[in-house]
């Protein structure tokens, strides 16, 4: 059974600060894997989705990598914002589902 | 834009009433998904459905709760009777599956209905 899980569950730090946010996955037969992002109160956002063939993907000052043989995907983003605090949620297409993460809940102060 | 639309956005109710929660998908999509979400447990997948069939509803407890497509245009999730620990933000999510296949799209979610059961 695939179970996917994020390192670490929370983080604060102050803007401009650039950060890694961890993502396992325990099974490597997948389609996809994707990074989403959820504010408070909201739904989910996809930022990124990288094909089991890819290595990464960016979108801005965002950077997702892939490793399916060692089962790791991070989340890279540059010179961080206020705005970009919300909770960071990786999931990895199995077939046609999603299995999603734990998430990071992500603080950035100014 | 196209967007996927849930109502109601919130629902409060009193422990052993009916509650229908509501899903649009995208136009064209063939995929839709019924995702729960608590702070214990996470997102975790309830059913889904495949040009209106239901495919997996393993995530389901089979007693209360029911999904079901009665056109392309709608999904629903009901719970009779509801109980307090229903209680989290549903999401429905629709897509497109080609062949078996995910497209290279992205599964895209709706707000949520926020439930709480008194």
């Known amino acids: 059974k695939q179970e996917v899980t994020q390192i670490p569950a929370a983080l604060s730090v102050p803007e401009g600060e650039n950060l890694v946010l961890n993502c396992s996955f325990t099974?490597?037969?997948?389609?996809?894997l994707q990074w989403f992002r959820q504010d408070p109160g909201k739904g989910l956002t996809s930022l990124l989705l990288?094909?089991?063939?890819?290595r990464e993907q960016t979108s801005g000052r965002l950077n997702a990598s892939l490793d399916k043989s060692s089962g790791r995907s991070t989340l890279y983003i540059a010179a961080s914002q206020p705005g970009d605090s919300a909770t960071y949620l990786c999931?990895?297409?199995?077939?046609?589902?999603?299995?999603f993460g734990t998430g990071t809940r992500l603080q950035v102060f100014p | 834009d196209a967007r996927v639309t849930q109502t109601p956005r919130h629902k409060v109710t009193e422990m052993g009433q009916e509650v229908t929660m509501r899903c649009q998908p995208i136009?064209?999509?063939?995929?839709v998904f019924w995702y729960r979400q608590t702070m214990m447990q996470g997102l975790e997948l309830l059913a889904y459905f495949r040009n209106r069939a239901p495919l997996d509803d393993s995530g389901m407890p089979k007693d209360r709760f029911s999904a079901e497509m009665p056109d392309a245009t709608l999904a629903t999730l009901k719970i009779q009777p509801s109980e307090p620990r229903d209680s989290a933000v549903y999401f429905c999510?629709?897509?497109?599956?080609?062949?078996?296949?995910?497209?290279?799209?992205?599964?895209?979610f709706g707000p949520g209905t926020r439930l709480t059961v008194l």
């Open positions: 136009l064209g999509h063939n995929t």
């Open positions: 990288i094909q089991s063939s890819q």
């Open positions: 999510a629709s897509g497109l599956v080609r062949d078996g296949v995910p497209s290279t799209d992205t599964q895209y």
């Open positions: 999931a990895v297409t199995d077939t046609d589902k999603l299995i």
């Open positions: 099974d490597s037969a997948i389609y996809n």
